[in-house]
DNA sequence: TCTCCGATTAGAC
DNA sequence: CTAACGGTCTAATCGGAGA
């Protein structure tokens, strides 16, 4: 009989994306940072001195940009090529430290040490290890399951003392409770912010009261996710490692604009732009798809604005992923919905019902995509793979570009464009 | 009554 | 100077429509 427990190891990226962007810009190390949503919307990263500043997570930079002036806080627009570049990076690195695996997010892995003797020592290897190669610091959180892992995590980063690593496996039965006693529920992975709110009102404000309720109860109560997070809370493991990351259901591609658009012209412009991009993630993952869906929204935020926001959905007879078809059923769809004289800042394109590559679909007398077009999109996707995305796309007549999203404060792609390595110095 | 569907909600990052 | 609040994705649940 085993008896001895998994440790499964949660490795988190500390500020992500504030840390990629100080990677080229080491005299940024004690400055405060932070990294702005598209079209630098919203804050969605922020580095430590950011934080003791005040800065929240999700604020309007429109709301922080006082603030960010007076205490000198760099901001920058977010720049998703660099930050894939070094996620990679990093992710292969953990690759080394066991042989199962589970990527979990940009700046996250699950690693399963179990059976290893020097699980600790193991972890603190890893923060060596990354930081030495990437400059990116980590925490590693271990424990019996994942949501305990996370929650290791969640108490590495926060207790200076830790040096960033934290086991709940080397802790005493009552270590334990005082650890969980000291913790709210909101930490929990699943945990938001109306379940927390719902919690609290039946009385369950830590993570200890929480794994020590009464779990028929609160199964009436809640969910099946709740029932699973307590047993795993309990350190039972009951959320698998995901290995292979399973094909996505649906694709989406939606932009805000940086101004407000009226001109069908400039919809089209867009939605073919973002058909490009989700047609080429649908091939990337060897599936055709056999839903469209294209909405435009106008301005919510712009109360004294008309609002209309329709959308419609195109059941395609022949699953495809070529992207000029995509695209035509995308405008298409547009001329069905659009009406002037309203003030559009965001549109989309939905990807959905898919089926493999290759296959036909059920309807063996559909008419099936030319073969030529289908070594056309290869050969695409070849040189937009070789020299960076964007480089061969489908042409939308007249392209203005009126609906780009503003990016003033974007760093030089320098992990992914000579061009650009060259230019900063 | 059962099942399938789309829409809605909640959560993560 | 203004006005200014992100993008993708999954799972669960619920109510209505159709079998």
Redesign the pocket.
Known sequence: MNTAPRSIALV?CNN?YCSCERVFRPDLETTPVLV???????V?ARSNETKALGVK???????V?ELAKKHGIVAFS?NYALYACLSNRVMQMLSDFSPVQEV?????SFLDLTGFTDVTERAYRIRKTVLQNTGITVCVGIASSKTLA?LANHVAKKHPNSRGVFDFNRLSVRQVDSVLSNLEI?E???????????LNHDGIETVLQLRDADAPRLRAR????MAKTIRELRGEPCIELEEVA????????????GQ?VTDIDDLQEALTH?MG??AG?LRAQKSVAS?VQVFILT?R??AE?PQYCP?V?L?LITATADTLTLCSWAAAGLRSIFKAGFRY??A?V??SEFGPEGMGQADLFAPRDEPDRLALMATLDGLNARFGRGTVKVSGERPSGRWK?TSDRKSPAYTTNWDEIARCR
């Open positions: 988190d992500f702005l949503s598209n079209n630098d919307g919203a969605v997570m999700g604020e309007p930079w429109f709301k940009k977010s979990y997010s940009i700046d996250e996370k909101g929990v992975w699943g945990i938001g912010r109306k379940l927390n709110a719902s809640y969910d099946v996710v399973p094909a996505k259901q649906q694709i989406v591609c939606s932009r805000s604009f407000c973002f991009n989700a993630k839903m301005d935020f712009r604005d959308s959905s059941p800042k965001k989309g939905i990807l999203m």
